[in-house]
C-alpha cells in the first residue's frame, strides 16, 4: 500500500471517529489530521519498489566512483580539470539531518551522491563539491543538499535542509551574499535529478517544471538560490534541461540500462564578465567506473586506485 493510500485510510479513520465520538477530542483529532495531511503533502509519488538488482549492486558494502576529464568554463575561458562523481548509499537521520552512526527503523535509506571539480585559474586552484541525500523510496523531493566552493579569494558554503519548506543557509565571503538563511517552497531541485535519475530514469520529472538550480552554479554565477523556469526532456539516454531565463542548458548523459551510470554531461551558458563574457559548454567525459568501499582505502599503498582512476 503506497504512503498516500495509507493516509486516506487514516484520515478515513479519523472521520469515522469523530462522528461516533461521544466526547470532545478535537484537539488530538486535528493533531493526528496535521500528521496525516503533512505525509500526504510530503509525497510527490508513489514508493519505488527496489529491484534485486538494485539491491545487489547498491547494498554490497561499497560505493560507485567514476572519474571525468572535465572541461570547465570559467572567467570567459575554458579550464581542464578533473570531476569525480561518488554514488553510495547510506542511513539517514531524519530530525538531525545527517548520516546514522548506527542502524534504526527510524533512519530513511538514501543515496547519496558527492560530486567533486578539481580545476585551476592562472595560478590558483579551484575546489567544488556538492553532496546530496536522496531517499531511495524516491517520492520525496531531497532530503539534503550542501556545497561548497574553494579558491584563493576564499570560501563558500550553502546547505538546503527539506523540512516543513526548505531551509536554506548560505555563508560568502562576498559583501552582496554574507550570511543568509531563509527559506523556500519545495520543488524539484536540480541536485536531487541526478541521483533519481540512477535509481530510476523514468521517473525523472519532463515538461515545464519549476526548478531549483544547482548550488554549484548559483554561487560560481552569483544567482539568487530560487526556483527557475525550466523545460525537462529525456531521449535516448540524455536527460536535457533548459531553463529560459538563465541562458543555460544541461544535459546529462547516460546508460539506459541498469545501473544508469552516468556518461558524461554537458552545461551550455554564458561564461565570463564584460567584454570577456562569452558562452562557452562545459563537458564532463567518462574516464573510468570502479566499486570500491574506499573510507577503508586510506594507505600510502591504496594510491594504485587513484591510477585506475586516471586521476592526478
Known amino acids: 500500500m503506497t504512503r498516500i493510500n495509507k493516509t486516506f485510510l487514516l484520515t478515513g479513520i479519523i472521520i469515522i471517529f469523530i462522528l461516533n465520538s461521544c466526547k470532545d477530542n478535537t484537539a488530538e483529532v486535528s493533531e493526528i489530521l496535521a500528521v496525516a495531511t503533512s505525509q500526504t503533502e510530503a509525497t510527490i509519488a508513489p514508493e519505488?519498489?527496489?529491484t534485486e538488482a538494485f539491491k545487489g549492486y547498491w547494498y554490497n558494502g561499497e560505493a560507485e566512483i567514476t572519474s571525468y576529464k572535465l572541461e570547465q568554463a570559467r572567467y570567459g575561458e575554458m579550464r581542464e580539470g578533473e570531476a569525480v562523481l561518488v554514488f553510495v548509499t547510506e542511513d539517514f537521520l531524519p530530525q538531525q539531518q545527517v548520516k546514522a552512526d548506527n542502524y534504526s527503523e527510524q533512519n530513511i535509506p538514501v543515496l547519496k551522491l558527492n560530486a567533486t571539480k578539481?580545476?585551476?585559474t592562472g595560478i590558483y586552484q579551484y575546489s567544488i563539491m556538492q553532496s546530496t541525500f536522496y531517499p531511495v523510496a524516491n517520492n520525496k523531493h531531497t532530503l539534503k543538499i550542501s556545497a561548497s566552493v574553494q579558491e584563493w579569494c576564499g570560501h563558500v558554503y550553502s546547505q538546503l535542509n527539506n523540512r516543513d519548506t526548505f531551509e536554506v543557509t548560505s555563508h560568502s565571503y562576498f559583501q552582496s551574499e554574507g550570511d543568509e538563511s531563509f527559506t523556500l517552497e519545495k520543488t524539484w531541485t536540480e541536485n536531487e535529478l541526478w541521483t533519481k535519475l540512477r535509481i530510476d530514469p523514468k521517473s525523472l520529472p519532463v515538461g515545464q517544471i519549476s526548478l531549483v538550480p544547482s548550488?554549484?552554479?548559483?554561487?560560481l554565477k552569483h544567482r539568487t538560490i530560487k526556483a527557475y523556469n525550466a523545460t525537462a526532456t529525456i531521449d535516448n539516454g540524455t536527460y536535457t534541461i533548459a531553463y529560459s531565463n538563465l541562458n543555460r542548458t544541461l544535459k546529462i548523459n547516460f546508460n539506459p540500462n541498469f545501473p544508469y551510470d552516468i556518461i558524461g554531461w554537458e552545461e551550455v551558458m554564458s561564461s565570463g564578465y564584460g567584454p570577456s563574457e562569452t558562452t562557452l559548454t562545459t563537458k564532463a567525459t567518462k574516464l573510468e567506473l570502479i566499486k570500491s568501499a574506499y573510507?577503508?582505502?586510506?594507505?600510502?599503498?591504496?594510491?594504485?586506485?587513484r591510477e585506475t582512476l586516471k586521476l592526478q
Open 118 to 120: 578539481n580545476f585551476n
Open 48 to 50: 519505488t519498489k527496489l
Open 295 to 305: 573510507w577503508s582505502k586510506n594507505s600510502n599503498a591504496d594510491e594504485t586506485l
Open 215 to 219: 548550488l554549484e552554479f548559483t554561487r
